[in-house]
């Protein structure tokens, strides 16, 4: 996964860099998670796994020779205080934002950060309609609820046909494709 990030970043970096004037001393990186709710762990691994690799592009000499600053914040996967952090990144100017963890804190902020020119990955919202209605500045590493119970039903038939298997719901909606 960190590699994952770590290639993302890059070529969004690559992507980006052409338009960072010579003036700047800085790039600034948003990271936009779960740090207190429902997703914690997810949005902690996230920060971390960024912060790694924005330490080691800054080890490299940084972004077209500008170090790379991250400004993290809470979103507590809850769609008001993502609209919050949102525009928060809007305002203190960051080119690319890694996150939201939460499929419907990355729906509620997609189109802030069209708007703004922002780029933004997501390392696990799941829901299709992210990437299928997020615009064309949204993107993921993670794979689609839609698609997710397939590619595991598939995969238990491959490798798993001779054992007995247990298939659980817990009732929650999360991967319900909708």
Known sequence: MKTIILLCLISAFISIGWGITAVQAEIKIGIAGDLSGSALTAGEQQEIGALKAIDH???????????????????????????????????????????????????????????????????????????????????????RDDQQGTIAGNYLVDNHSKENIAIMHDTTTYSLAK
């Open 57 to 143: 592009l800054n080890d490299k000499g940084g972004l077209l020779g500008e170090k790379i600053v991250a400004i993290s914040a809470d979103d507590a996967c809850e769609r008001q205080q993502a609209k919050a952090v949102a525009r928060q990144m809007v305002s203190e100017g960051v080119v690319f934002v890694v996150g939201h963890v939460c499929s419907d804190a990355s729906l509620a902020v997609s189109n802030i950060y069209e708007e703004a020119g922002i780029i933004m990955i997501s390392s696990a919202s799941t829901n299709p309609k992210v990437t299928d209605e997020g615009g064309s500045n949204v993107f993921r590493v993670i794979g």
